[in-house]
C-alpha cells in the first residue's frame, strides 16, 4: 500500500473512532471541552490531522 492511501486509510479509521464516540458524547451530555480533548487524542494516537 502507498504512503498516501496508507495515511488516508488511517485518516479514515480516525475519523470513524471519533464519529461513535462523538454520537455517544453528544448522548450522554459529556461537556464541549472533554469532548473536544478526547477527539483531538485520537488523532493524535494516529498521527493524522483531523483538518478536513
Do not use: H
Not at 480533548?37 to 490531522?49: C, G, R
Amino acid at each position: 500500500m502507498d504512503k498516501i492511501n496508507s495515511y488516508n486509510y488511517i485518516l479514515s479509521q480516525a475519523r470513524g473512532l471519533a464519529s461513535q464516540l462523538g454520537m455517544f458524547a453528544e448522548e450522554n451530555d459529556i461537556p464541549k471541552d472533554l469532548w473536544d480533548s478526547l477527539e483531538k487524542t485520537i488523532y493524535d494516537f494516529y498521527e493524522v490531522s483531523s483538518d478536513r
